[in-house]
């Protein structure tokens, strides 16, 4: 059998993964990635160098959105609370 070597989500997965991690039982909660910018001079030889724009993924994480889309999900759906048992009723 081959080997795994990587496995893919959906924004709505991932989202899911992490407003569990963090305990999130309430409110819509969406993909939040901030990007960064960097320049450099690329390419296959020192004779032929071109600028190039490097852009990595500085942050990565969740935050509130106003309404579920493909990027969100409901947490009290895919978190719910956990519901606080009532100890059962002595007969009397």
Known sequence: MAEVKQYVFSHKEVVEA????????EGIWGLYVEFGIAAANVGPSEDQISPAAIVPIVKLGIQRFDQENNL????SKVNPSPRKSTPPKSKK
């Not at 992490?18 to 039982?25: A, E, T, W």
């Open 18 to 25: 992490l407003v569990k991690k963090q305990g999130i039982h």
């Open 72 to 75: 969100s999900v409901d947490a």
